[in-house]
């Protein structure tokens, strides 16, 4: 591939690690129809900025950096209030559909605009650095319905997201939280980041969880799959007046007991990416309130990037984070 160009407003970056997205993987198999080649995907990633353009005062070469995924215009209306993973030109790193195709991070260099920069400590690892995209999608999502300190909050899945959701859930001062999960590996760890039960994922979730709430259900649920089966449960483990919020999308089209939603008055949110949390996640990683380090199975050159990328495709139970480093 061609040196990546950079016009007045963007920065040159020298990508010194990146991390294997779940959609990535679904760009490989080109099941997403979001990813398609010619493309360098890649999109959770951290370096060192080797060149600057004409326009960019606030950071300079050498510069330790993050960025945001998303690419927004600035100028619409969702922009102007904030929403920017809303914005109505949004672009992505690493994905290429039929409206655009933005080159990401499996590279050596990436190309990105300076407006979603965000420096890095000197202390944090790039490849701790690469997950903070991630942890942006489980800080946003709690934000969506933050919970009190005192509500049960039921998280259904403990992949990626749903262990940084606990994390997260746990750094801002729940004291309940529940995770879902088939694999006794993961609800381990959930437990570990401060989860004060693990359900096992095949069992009666709904029944276990109103046994662990008095009988009334969780207050919230965050649903960190995507499927019919979970986001039924989800919506089943929820109290009267309960609030779910989806961020799993594994599946375009889920099944929905609308009647149950409709007649115990439960409330759904949708939960896209991320809209400016790339501080708050750095400072809880900084301080050690939230860590990656568990999460991350396997740091390799990205020249090994293929077979990592099928042993993903396979289902290869043990990965949790991949991170590729050029």
Same mark, same amino acid.
Request: hydrophobic share 45%; net charge neutral.
């Given at each position: 591939?061609?040196?990546?160009?950079?016009?007045?407003?963007?920065?040159?970056?020298?990508?010194?690690?990146?991390?294997?997205?779940?959609?990535?993987?679904?760009?490989?198999?080109?099941?997403?129809?979001?990813?398609?080649? +010619?493309?360098? %995907?890649?999109? &959770?990633? $951290?370096? /060192? @900025? *080797?060149?600057?353009?004409?326009? =960019?005062?606030?950071?300079?070469?050498?510069?330790?950096?993050?960025?945001?995924?998303?690419?927004?215009?600035?100028?619409?209306?969702?922009?102007?209030?904030?929403?920017?993973?809303?914005?109505?030109?949004?672009?992505?790193?690493?994905?290429?559909?039929?409206?655009?195709?933005?080159?990401?991070?499996?590279?050596?260099?990436?190309?990105?605009?300076?407006?979603?920069?965000?420096?890095? +400590?000197?202390? %944090?690892?790039? &490849?701790? $650095?690469? /997950? @903070? *995209?991630?942890?942006?999608?489980? =800080?946003?999502?709690?934000?969506?319905?933050?919970?009190?300190?005192?509500?049960?909050?039921?998280?259904?899945?403990?992949?990626?997201?749903?262990?940084?959701?606990?994390?997260?859930?746990?750094?801002?001062?729940?004291?309940?939280?529940?995770?879902?999960?088939?694999?006794?590996?993961?609800?381990?760890?959930?437990?570990?980041?401060?989860?004060?039960?693990?359900?096992?994922?095949?069992?009666?979730?709904?029944?276990?969880?109103?046994?662990?709430?008095?009988?009334?259900?969780?207050?919230?649920?965050?649903?960190?799959?995507?499927?019919?089966?979970?986001?039924?449960?989800?919506?089943?483990?929820?109290?009267?007046?309960?609030?779910?919020?989806?961020?799993?999308?594994?599946?375009?089209?889920?099944?929905?007991?609308?009647?149950?939603?409709?007649?115990?008055?439960?409330?759904?949110?949708?939960?896209?990416?991320?809209?400016?949390?790339?501080?708050?996640?750095?400072?809880?990683?900084?301080?050690?309130?939230?860590?990656?380090?568990?999460?991350?199975?396997?740091?390799?050159?990205?020249?090994?990037?293929?077979?990592?990328?099928?042993?993903?495709?396979?289902?290869?139970?043990?990965?949790?984070?991949?991170?590729?480093?050029?």
């Amino acid at each position: 591939m061609p040196m990546p160009e950079i016009g007045d407003g963007d920065v040159l970056v020298r990508v010194r690690a990146c991390g294997v997205c779940g959609s990535d993987v679904h760009g490989y198999d080109g099941s997403s129809g979001r990813r398609i080649p +010619p493309l360098v %995907m890649g999109h &959770e990633a $951290a370096g /060192v @900025i *080797e060149r600057v353009g004409a326009r =960019v005062k606030r950071y300079a070469v050498g510069d330790r950096v993050t960025f945001d995924s998303t690419v927004s215009c600035g100028r619409c209306e969702f922009c102007r209030r904030g929403a920017v993973n809303l914005c109505d030109n949004r672009m992505v790193l690493g994905v290429s559909c039929a409206d655009y195709r933005r080159h990401g991070a499996f590279a050596e260099f990436v190309s990105v605009p300076a407006r979603t920069l965000y420096r890095l +400590p000197g202390a %944090m690892l790039f &490849e701790h $650095a690469a /997950v @903070i *995209e991630a942890l942006s999608v489980a =800080v946003h999502a709690v934000k969506r319905r933050q919970p009190a300190a005192d509500e049960a909050v039921l998280v259904v899945g403990c992949g990626m997201i749903g262990l940084l959701v606990v994390q997260v859930l746990r750094a801002t001062g729940s004291e309940t939280i529940i995770a879902v999960d088939v694999d006794a590996g993961r609800r381990e760890l959930a437990k570990r980041f401060g989860a004060a039960h693990a359900i096992e994922g095949h069992a009666d979730v709904p029944s276990a969880v109103r046994a662990l709430t008095g009988g009334k259900g969780a207050d919230i649920a965050l649903e960190a799959v995507g499927r019919t089966e979970t986001v039924i449960a989800a919506i089943r483990s929820v109290r009267k007046g309960g609030t779910v919020t989806l961020i799993g999308n594994l599946a375009p089209r889920v099944e929905l007991p609308l009647q149950e939603v409709v007649t115990r008055e439960i409330s759904l949110l949708g939960s896209c990416a991320s809209a400016g949390e790339y501080p708050a996640c750095i400072d809880l990683m900084a301080s050690g309130r939230v860590a990656v380090a568990p999460l991350i199975s396997v740091t390799a050159p990205l020249e090994e990037g293929p077979a990592w990328f099928e042993r993903l495709h396979k289902g290869d139970g043990g990965l949790m984070k991949v991170v590729l480093i050029p």
